[in-house]
């Protein structure tokens, strides 16, 4: 059933008409490697992801793609155009099949004024997100390549299921992929994850990048983050 009480956003939203909003937002399926939205399109659209994965990615000036990172089922996107009426800032791709839940801008303001909840949570989401960029400005002005690429596996990484200490990404970023999060050029990343292979601190297994021992990455960014400030 199309309804915004799949949406996970609104999970435990008690004081929203569900009724009345599912009829003013659509529902739309997108295959892996179709746009959803571009660069300064005039769309003010949000997108929540029922179920599948797209990247968001920006443009520099100079043509050159940096990619700020991937969202899944239970995220949003798009809010910030619906919000301030600016042109896309971002690219948005699908990676796999997904289905998106796709409510205008107009609705969108209306949710929030009328649900306490929403809003608490749009604001408390937000905040996150600036609190994330700020700290990716701060790596990308204080850490040299090396650094920035330790804090961006630990940032991908997640728990090891059966080894206790270790983080796994999964699956295994590609180098160019790695080298867009960061602003290097892919060559750059190779280098680098190899020099970390041969110290033992990584290593690829079918399906994986596992970081062997991420408290020695840890350390070496504070160390970094001390010298740098």
Not at 80 to 99: C, F, H, P, Q
């Given at each position: 059933m199309q309804t915004l009480a799949?949406?996970?956003?609104?999970?435990?939203?008690?004081?929203?008409?569900?009724?009345?909003?599912?009829?003013?937002?659509?529902?739309?399926?997108?295959?892996?490697g179709e746009l959803v939205?571009?660069?300064?399109?005039?769309?003010?659209?949000?997108?929540?992801?029922?179920?599948?994965?797209v990247r968001v990615l920006i443009r520099t000036v100079a043509g050159k793609e940096i990619i700020l990172g991937e969202s899944r089922a239970g995220q949003f996107f798009g809010e910030?155009?619906?919000?301030?009426?600016?042109?896309?800032?971002?690219?948005?791709?699908?990676?796999?099949?997904?289905?998106l839940c796709i409510m205008p801008a107009h609705v969108f303001r209306e949710v929030i004024f009328s649900s306490k909840t929403a809003c608490d949570r749009i604001l408390r989401i937000l905040t996150g997100r600036v609190r994330e960029l700020n700290a990716r400005l701060a790596e990308h002005s204080i850490f040299d390549l090396k650094h920035r690429l330790f804090s961006e596996l630990l940032r991908m990484a997640h728990p090891r299921p059966?080894?206790?200490?270790?983080?796994?990404?999964?699956?295994?970023?590609?180098?160019?992929?790695?080298?867009?999060?960061?602003?290097?050029?892919?060559?750059?990343?190779?280098?680098?994850?190899?020099?970390l292979a041969q110290e033992g601190l990584i290593?690829?297994?079918?399906?994986?990048?596992?970081?062997?021992?991420?408290?020695?990455?840890?350390?070496?960014?504070?160390?970094?983050m001390r010298e740098g400030g």
């Open positions: 799949r949406v996970t956003f609104f999970k435990d939203v008690a004081d929203l008409d569900f009724e009345r909003f599912d009829r003013l937002c659509s529902w739309r399926r997108f295959n892996d939205v571009d660069y300064e399109d005039e769309s003010s659209d949000v997108y929540f992801i029922i179920a599948g994965e910030m155009t619906a919000i301030d009426g600016a042109k896309r800032s971002a690219n948005v791709t699908a990676l796999t099949k997904s289905e059966g080894n206790a200490g270790e983080l796994v990404v999964t699956p295994p970023p590609f180098h160019h992929v790695l080298a867009a999060r960061i602003g290097c050029r892919r060559e750059q990343v190779t280098r680098e994850l190899s020099a290593e690829k297994t079918r399906g994986a990048l596992v970081l062997v021992k991420p408290g020695v990455l840890e350390a070496r960014l504070s160390e970094a």
